[in-house]
């Protein structure tokens, strides 16, 4: 198969399938049945490539998460087991997996200077002197390395990208509840980590 197999546009009007007619077709494509692929692709690209939007909210990087999805449905079809999932949310599966790896990376590359001139923390205002700020954004560069992946994740999509808590929780598709207990959790670890400090007349 080529990869101009998976940039072909839904048909429109494409005959909706039935999830035993989907199942067969990823059973094709295990056998190497390229038409079953194209088929496959038209029946559920719409879908994957709403979830990947919807989750990335960029339409460039939502298309390319959608190929990469289905270069891995075409290569593990042979994985695929309809008697643990239907083969609908076996592939939307794969895409969501993708898209929030994409979102980890892009959130991993966030300059940490970005979140420095985000995040208020507890504590006496920096004053205008270039000596003295540069060393309360030094010691936030070093309170974030405190926090986990999660809790960086969420703060980076909140004070680098602007977005709100609920905008977040439909971007990474998970609880509104968690998105605010993981912004809530790194923050207070970045207030403690810092009033710990000016406790200890380092700050």
Known sequence: ?????AERQPAKGAHRLTRDELAALVQRVASGDDLAFERLYD?????VHGLTTRILGDAGEAEETSHDAFMQVHRRA???DPERAGATTWILTIARTRALDRLRRAARRVPLRSLDDS????GPD???DGTELGERRRLVRVAL??????????LGHA?????????ISERLTMPLGT????????????????GSLEEDGEA
């Open 159 to 167: 004070f680098f990208h602007g977005l709100s808590h609920s905008e």
């Open 179 to 194: 998105i605010k207990s993981r912004i809530r959790s790194g923050l207070n670890k970045l207030r403690r980590f810092l």
């Open 119 to 122: 995040i208020e923390f507890e």
């Open 145 to 154: 390395t405190r926090l986990t992946d999660d809790e960086r994740e969420a």
């Open 43 to 47: 029946a559920t690209a719409p879908a």
């Open 126 to 128: 920096a004053t205008s």
């Open 1 to 5: 198969m080529t990869d101009s197999s």
């Open 78 to 80: 042979e994985t695929f």
